[in-house]
């Protein structure tokens, strides 16, 4: 869906992590007045001196903000930005909406609607997708699925997000749906990328040119692309961390298993990304998944 022009709305951002930053910024690019929150004050306050509001509280947004808009790590986070300490459930006006933002079970998505519904909160399932670049130039993608009163509240908001904003249900859970499938081929695109890199690099291949040869041959993939120039590199930056992959393939095998549903590649995948972890590599770009492949010598930093 292409980009509308809307009125500007009052939105609150909470989270100003790779995405959430994107996010905010992008919102503010397009009009909106748009506060942010993030558990880190200097995350806010760069925010606000770049022309947009921070909140010193979870309350105060919700005192402020109609639209509020949760871009945390997974459904613990949520659940505390929600009903935490402090949090914005006991706090939002009826008729405001939540956006969550986060790769979730899509059952637990599906509760929290419910839940928030009693209270007179409008919910809206809506997943993300694209990374941090696309999310600072608002060319993401969103997964949504709510009640039609969630997506009116929003307003226009969510296509001042994203490029790409996708109606998949009337009800929560099939946004989450839909993102847990992505993330099973995003993890093992991830997956195969090292697997092939790590065998280019055993074999004696120039890396280099391995990389330019692949993304000119039908074996690319868009992971492939995007992630082995961080190997080339030899810079593992979180981007996005290998322990992201740990948990959402362990939601997309937890998905499968309760439709007794066999997921052979993604099983794989998830073993490779858990041996990473384990061997020290949680917290480093999710490329690092090649430094579970024995007898191969990785490039150094540039």
């Known amino acids: 869906m292409s980009n509308p022009q809307t009125s500007p709305r009052r939105a609150g951002v909470i989270g100003l992590g790779a995405m959430g930053a994107g996010i905010a910024q992008s919102l503010r690019r397009a009009g909106h007045e748009v506060h942010a929150y993030d558990i880190r004050p200097g995350a806010a306050a760069a925010f606000a001196a770049e022309g947009g509001t921070a909140c010193a509280s979870l309350a105060d947004m919700a005192a402020a903000c109609g639209i509020v808009i949760s871009v945390v790590v997974n459904a613990q986070q949520t659940e505390a930005v929600?009903?935490?300490?402090g949090g914005i459930a006991a706090a939002m006006r009826p008729g405001s909406v939540f956006v969550m933002c986060s790769t979730v079970d899509p059952n637990w998505s599906i509760a929290q609607e419910a839940r928030l519904q009693e209270q007179g909160i409008l919910y809206l399932d809506a997943p993300i997708s694209g990374g941090a670049a696309r999310a600072a130039s608002g060319e993401m993608t969103m997964m949504t699925a709510g009640r039609p009163a969630a997506y009116e509240a929003c307003g226009g908001v969510l296509e001042s997000m994203a490029?790409?904003?996708?109606?998949?249900?009337?009800?929560?859970?099939?946004g989450s749906k839909v993102k847990i499938i992505n993330q099973l081929l995003a993890g093992v695109h991830i997956a195969a990328a090292a697997e092939a890199?790590?065998?280019?690099?055993?074999?004696?291949?120039?890396?280099?040119?391995?990389?330019e040869v692949i993304t000119h041959s039908a074996?690319?993939?868009?992971?492939?692309?995007?992630?082995?120039?961080?190997?080339?590199?030899?810079?593992?930056?979180?981007?996005?961390?290998?322990?992201?992959?740990?948990?959402?393939?362990?939601l997309v095998l937890d998905t499968a298993r309760h439709?007794?549903?066999p997921l052979p590649l993604a099983s794989t995948a998830h073993q490779m990304f858990m041996q990473a972890s384990a061997a020290g590599h949680g917290r480093e770009d999710d490329s690092a998944v090649i430094k579970i492949f024995p007898g191969i010598s990785l490039?150094?930093?540039k």
């Open 82 to 85: 929600l009903y935490g300490e």
């Open 163 to 174: 490029g790409k904003v996708y109606r998949l249900g009337d009800r929560a859970g099939a």
């Open 197 to 211: 890199m790590a065998l280019g690099l055993r074999e004696g291949v120039d890396a280099d040119a391995l990389y």
């Open 219 to 250: 074996g690319n993939s868009w992971m492939f692309e995007n992630r082995m120039p961080h190997v080339l590199a030899g810079d593992y930056t979180p981007l996005s961390a290998v322990d992201i992959f740990v948990k959402d393939l362990g």
């Open 259 to 261: 439709a007794r549903f």
């Open 299 to 301: 490039p150094e930093p």
